[in-house]
């Protein structure tokens, strides 16, 4: 970058992620520049309750009847702005979160997330995107033991650190706090543009499975309880009269293997990857070729859907993709295999179940609150809308145009995203490392 020029004079830091520094650089430990924040809160006298998400510290309501929050705040921890909070709790299972984030103002956070303070305030912004950098290294996870591989503060404050003269680490930090600002405004432009699209894209969907693509043709009366008109030519049917339902492989994720037989679980299904119209190759897992004399009754056959039978959200309920090929595949854990009984295209219907309005009847019918299931019962009551055989694949022909114009906007947008953070975490290393001298 033109504001951006390589330091001249470097020297090894000692530090293995750290590597070669300016010259006037000095290595510390963390304990030098840093103390525990260990503020107890009693008797609720601070009441603003923040956490740490995707980095950043939040507020979060206190009076809120989530269920995840505890019944007393009592032994929160009573944070400044400033501090810089660590959360080196499970390790070993969240290889992806962002685990350091600075508080921006008073109030209260779990104690079970470590807190630093910065024993010269000047050097508290330059010191969290310095350990930010650490992390966005992982390299937390090189350092946890145990079985839940969590670290505490007297494992973390032997950290081993490097710091610029004040006058640099003003200077960094003023130069990554601008850089940063318009990636995320970029980022953040992007991923609206990519909600606009998909937004979209389920209305064209809707549109079309319901009302068809031609305006101003008769009209009837559908007699179903999720949409009032129907195109006059239209009939309309149980799902039931159309598939049979057949059970998934009897399995768990250890039962997945590198190589052998193809098999698509509800984790898939419910993957954001899943178009839902088609099977991808990132939909496909493996399991061991025994369950072909075991179990053939999981194999899928061309023209039928997966459908998961479990979702954690409304929003959920009713994901499946369509079967567009006579390869050999399983329908894996927690799916329904919807079997074609007049083994014909279904493809129209893969675009119908993608429609609000139709799932409108499963979520009428589902319970739970953490956990919703989509029973055979459900599926057995469940109506669809059969345009005339030609119309159903015009309608295919156009939403499978309009659809690959859509996400091909989306991918360009999502490809720029990963771009754009890849672009920050590189800014934010080299900076703060000394690799870039900020002038």
């Known amino acids: 970058m033109s504001n951006t020029v390589q330091y001249t004079d470097m020297k090894d830091s000692g530090i293995k992620w750290i590597g070669a520094v300016p010259a006037s650089w000095s290595v510390r430990t963390l304990y030098q520049l840093a103390t525990r924040v260990n ?43 400033g501090d810089i909070v660590l959360r080196l709790t499970d390790l070993q ?45 992982k390299g937390f996870y090189g350092m946890g033991s145990g079985v839940r591989q969590g670290l505490n503060y007297d494992e973390v404050k032997e950290l081993r650190v490097v710091l610029p003269t004040q006058k640099e680490q003003d200077a960094i930090t003023t130069f990554l706090d601008a850089q940063c600002a318009r990636i995320d405004d970029m980022i953040a432009e992007s991923k609206s543009i990519i909600e606009e699209q ?9 549109e079309a499975v319901t009302k068809g693509l031609l305006a101003d043709i008769p009209k009837k009366k559908s007699q179903l309880e999720w949409i009032d008109e129907i195109p006059a030519s239209w009939e309309t049917a149980r799902l039931k009269a159309l598939f049979t339902f ?8 250890e039962n997945l293997v590198e190589s052998g037989i193809p098999v698509i679980s509800y984790g898939q299904i419910h993957s954001k990857t899943n178009p839902g119209t088609r099977i991808t190759c990132d939909l496909i897992r493996y399991v061991s070729d025994i369950y072909l004399t075991t179990n053939p009754d999981s194999l899928t056959e061309k023209y039928d859907l997966l459908m998961a039978d479990t979702s954690e959200d409304l929003a959920g309920c009713g994901n499946c993709v369509y079967v567009d090929t006579d390869n050999t595949l399983f329908a894996g854990y927690h799916t329904i295999i919807l079997r074609s009984v007049y083994k014909h295209s279904n493809k129209y ?15 009428i019918r589902v319970s ?12 057995s009551v469940l109506t669809v809308l059969l345009p005339p055989e030609n119309e159903r694949e015009q309608i295919v022909e156009y939403l499978d145009r309009k659809c690959e114009l859509i ?17 920050k975490r590189s800014l934010i290393y080299e900076t703060v490392t000394g690799k870039r001298k900020v002038v």
């Open 93 to 137: 299972n969240d290889h992806t979160s962002l685990r350091v984030g600075q508080a921006t103002e008073r109030g209260i956070i779990t104690s079970a997330y470590t807190t630093l303070r910065p024993i010269n305030p000047a050097h508290s912004r330059y010191l969290y995107y310095l350990i930010h950098a650490f992390d966005l290294k």
């Open 407 to 423: 996400d091909s906007v989306i991918a360009e947008k999502e490809a720029l995203i990963t771009e754009f953070e890849v672009y």
């Open 39 to 81: 503020n107890k809160n009693s008797d609720l006298s601070e009441q603003n309750l923040l956490s740490l998400s995707y980095g950043k510290i939040k507020r979060k309501d206190i009076n809120t009847n989530d269920g995840l929050l505890p019944a007393s705040f009592d032994g929160y921890n009573i944070i400044e702005a």
């Open 349 to 363: 219907l893969s675009y119908l179940f993608k429609s609000d309005a139709w799932r409108s009847q499963i979520r």
């Open 246 to 253: 057949g059970k998934g492989l009897p399995i768990t994720k």
């Open 198 to 206: 998909k937004q979209w894209r389920a209305s064209i969907i809707q």
């Open 368 to 379: 739970g609150v953490k956990l919703f299931s989509i029973s055979r019962k459900i599926l």
